[in-house]
């Protein structure tokens, strides 16, 4: 059964890539079609046909390799004298045929993005409803009902741009005699303390902690926490650890079954943590918060020696109710977040805040869609379908972003060629042309071919991210 479902998983995520290929060169055919420029094939898939028909001028191709297709349209890559051939074509004609692909790219991402957002029972906004117990970013100045627009220079429009921001902000060292660090550790030795009685509860009375306990414990340390960020000095804050030790060790009669003591707030030579400036809508206006501290941890031993910090978002936000208008806003917006996540990735790839191992290309997109439908299946099988989905949105508008860059090869590099021509208002030499975008597909070829011999490098020593 599981072999089934498996190859019923490949088979969709096959479908869906050939869809997203279909869609884009669907949109260079229309528009071409529309423009009166001749189409000579319209292919889906490449390498040797397994079927092909006519109709009227143009050749329609089902091809073996599931890895792409093309629209091949008379003289797009060689001198023709065919009235209709794509060179003759007005200029703002073959500017719309250019960008068509792109275009369609993105409406399938929005179609993908909306199968996705439309099962989900409801949504998360941008605005802080809480803080889990030793949060940092409440002890440096964020509040609850701050509706956060942007951290770091990345506006925030959604959730989705929220997690992306805080993942890949800056870690760096803070001051570590600041009030802000020791509150976050009076939070952290509150919080430490509150999971040290839950854990010895069953040896201190020899019963299992009761829910109602449970509850009330963690009541505790949410008030005790939230004294120790609202204060404004270090013996302010220590004042709030002890209250929040007697409270704590006090519940069921626990100080009578163990000793406890204060911990110390020791100060070390650093401290790092993911920090970033903040700007929230607050009553109505705009507060800019600066060096605002993410929950900075270890996952693990090894990550701690190799100095490997990760971050974790350590507020709650308000949930959206599911209406029509949230469902078709949220739809928009996270379809538009996935362009600025492609196009801010890039950047930050030039930056070298992304580094080459961080580059997949058919090889590693092939087995990304096999880690997230993996996952999924651990949930059930629509789970697993969703989670395809949802990645194949991602591809879509990353093959459109990409495709416009300014690249000889790419759509966006011939059409700048295309706006230099309406500048100057004569085509440049057709043989300069042909040059750049054959010498661009060369660079593009072997790229992907060295992105892929890295996949399957990561692959073979197990080193690809999700292994």
Known sequence: MQIIITIALIIIGVLLFEFIIFAHEFGHFITAKKSGVQVNEFALGMGPKLFSFKKGETQYSLRLFPVGGYCSMEGEDAESDN?????????????????????????????????????????????????????????????????????????????????????????????????????????????????????????????????????????????????????????????????????????????????????????????????????????????????????????????????????????????????????????????????????????????????????SGPVGITKAVSVVASEGLKVNFMSAVNNIIFIMALITINLGVVNLLPFPALDGGRFVFLLIEAIIRRPLPRKLEYIVNGVGLVILLLFIAVISVKDVWQLITGSFPGM
């Open 83 to 359: 009235p209709r051939a794509f060179t003759n074509a007005k200029v703002w004609k073959r500017m719309i045929i250019i960008v068509a692909g792109a275009f369609m790219n993105f409406v399938v991402g929005f179609l993908l993005m909306f199968i996705v957002v439309v099962q989900q029972p409801s949504y998360e906004s941008t605005i802080v409803d809480g803080f889990s117990p030793a949060s940092f970013s409440a002890n440096c100045g964020l509040e609850e009902g701050d509706e956060i627009v942007d951290i770091g220079g990345y506006s925030i429009w959604n959730v989705k741009d929220l997690q992306f921001a805080i993942q890949t902000m800056q870690c760096k060292n803070v001051d570590p005699s600041s009030v802000e660090v020791y509150k976050e550790d009076c939070a952290v030795e509150t919080r430490n303390a509150a999971q040290s009685i839950v854990d010895g509860w069953k040896d201190a009375f020899d019963e299992e902690i009761s829910q109602e306990t449970l509850v009330e414990i963690n009541t505790v340390l949410s008030e005790e926490c939230r004294k120790i960020n609202h204060t404004n000095t270090k013996e302010d804050a220590y004042q709030a650890l002890k209250q929040a030790f007697d409270r704590l060790y006090a519940i069921g009669g626990y100080s009578g079954k163990t000793d406890y003591t204060y911990p110390e707030i020791k100060e070390r030579d650093e401290r790092v943590r993911y920090t970033s400036d903040l700007t929230v809508m607050r009553n109505g206006e705009k507060v800019k918060l600066e060096g605002v501290q993410f929950y900075s941890f270890y996952q693990s031993q090894e990550d701690a020696d190799k100095g490997k910090v990760s971050v974790a978002i350590d507020f709650y936000v308000k949930p959206i109710e599911k209406t029509f208008g949230s469902v078709m806003q949220q739809t928009v917006s996270q379809t538009a977040t996935m362009a600025k996540t492609v196009w801010q990735s890039l950047i930050m790839l030039v930056q070298g805040r992304f580094s080459f191992n961080d580059l």
